[in-house]
């Protein structure tokens, strides 16, 4: 396994959350790792993303100044601290890893050469 997403669950409207994704030695290369949701019914969107080198971040405009992303570069792990969760936020998130994105690239799906299993938030209102 490359990439492993741990941390869903069932939390409360308000309440807070946080992913981890744990990269391989072969996984921890890539330049740089995103989060992914898909709730039911819906497609797969753009979460967060951050680069591995440097640190950078980016975000989709709904969870901008609610979650943050971060990585962890000794443990080869990234983060997603997910806070003031609401009914919206319900859904399946993968973690992915990207060997070669540029910026404006980051939010599509088809940058990403690497998927790890979905980890499931349920936020309860």
């Known amino acids: 396994v490359q990439l492993q997403a741990s941390g869903g669950g069932l939390v409360q409207a308000g309440g807070s959350l946080r992913l981890s994704c744990a990269a391989s030695?072969?996984?921890?290369?890539?330049?740089?790792m995103g989060w992914f949701r898909q709730a039911p019914g819906k497609e797969r969107e753009f979460v967060a993303a951050?680069?591995?080198?440097?640190?950078?971040?980016f975000y989709t405009d709904s969870v901008k100044d609610r979650f943050t992303i971060s990585r962890d570069y000794a443990k080869k792990t990234v983060y997603l601290q997910m806070n003031s969760l609401n009914s919206d936020d319900t859904a399946v998130y993968y973690c992915a890893a990207a060997r070669n994105a540029i910026n404006s690239s980051l939010r599509f799906s088809v940058s990403y050469d690497m998927w790890g299993p979905g980890t499931l938030v349920t936020v309860s209102s």
């Open positions: 030695e072969r996984t921890f290369s890539t330049c740089v």
């Open positions: 951050i680069k591995w080198n440097g640190g950078a971040t």
